[in-house]
């Protein structure tokens, strides 16, 4: 069975840090790109960041840059997704995606091109 599970979420306080992990079964990732997707309530989902596997590229939303960082790990079949400095709207579920690696550079940023999804982890930044 062909699966995503994200994993690291929790409560923090602003300012704060987590890592999340999204791990693979199933398949290999070695030849799928990786993106992080968010979804605040009641609002629509939004990319944060993505990496390739051919050569390890990356993307980050602005509202991201610099505080998140996302890294792969083929030989755990594991991406992460630190994130620091963590505000209020940063607070959503985090969903991580894989995507066909050959597809990275022109449908990296599209969510509805992903091929396999995670259930998704919930993020709240909160005093």
């Known amino acids: 069975q062909l699966q995503l599970v994200e994993s690291g979420g929790g409560l923090v306080q602003p300012g704060g840090s987590l890592r999340l992990s999204c791990a693979a079964s199933?398949?290999?990732?070695?030849?799928?790109?990786i993106g992080w997707f968010r979804q605040a309530q009641g609002k629509g989902r939004e990319g944060v960041s993505c990496?390739?596997?051919?050569?390890?590229?990356?993307y980050y939303a602005d509202s991201v840059k610099g505080r998140f960082t996302i890294s792969r790990d083929n030989a755990k079949n594991t991406v992460y997704l630190q994130m620091n400095s963590l505000k209020p709207e940063d607070t959503a579920v985090y969903y991580c995606?894989?995507?066909?690696?050959?597809?990275?550079?022109?449908?990296?940023?599209?969510?509805?091109?992903?091929?396999?999804w995670g259930q998704g982890t919930q993020v709240t930044v909160s005093s």
């Open positions: 995606a894989a995507l066909l690696d050959v597809y990275y550079r022109e449908y990296a940023r599209i969510g509805a091109m992903y091929d396999y």
């Open positions: 199933g398949f290999t990732l070695d030849y799928y790109a």
């Open positions: 990496i390739s596997s051919s050569d390890g590229e990356t």
